[in-house]
């Protein structure tokens, strides 16, 4: 195996940002209830880090969204694979995901989500590759903009490997 990690957005770096991410949302849902959906298994990490620096009435759910199948690349398709546990009609809901790439993922998770009635629906994303973009997302806050590069790490797999790095690493096959 002659596959290498390349260190690309340290701890440190990723946590300064998401403190900011924290700081900026919670300016923008003073006061209101919010309900924080996890996108899972990728947006763990972050979700984690993210959410314990939100204030006021916070809720938790959580889905699982599947498009990846292998490797590096996108097979297109996406799959529900764990709904929400609570409705979100006239609620506020934030959905925070690691990384919107082509789009896909986000915007049949986002068409779903609204077909609920949900007072509003925003996006979080910690990584960013608009390079990349097929469908067009809205995505109200970034954590960081990056190349069309395939990254793993702080919940973040390649074959479901390397979620657990604390860091983000390109990773070279
Ligand atoms: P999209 O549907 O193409 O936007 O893909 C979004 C999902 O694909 C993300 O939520 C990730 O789970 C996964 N993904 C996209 N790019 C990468 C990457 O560089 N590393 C790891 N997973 C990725
Ligand atoms: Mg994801």
Redesign the pocket.
Known sequence: MSESIEEYLSEEQIQARVAELAGEINADYAGEALTVVC?LK?SLLFFADLARKLEGDVQFDYVAVA??FGGTE?SGR?RFLADLTQPIEGRHVLVV??????????AYLLDVLRRRDPASVHVVTLLD?PS?RTVEVDVRYRGFEIPD????GYG???NERYRQLPYIGIYHA
Not at 99 to 105: A, E, K, L
């Open positions: 996108v990728g498009s990846y996108s996406v995901e690691d990384i919107v790439d082509t789009g896909r993922t986000m590759k990349r590069v395939f990254v793993i973040m797999d390649v």
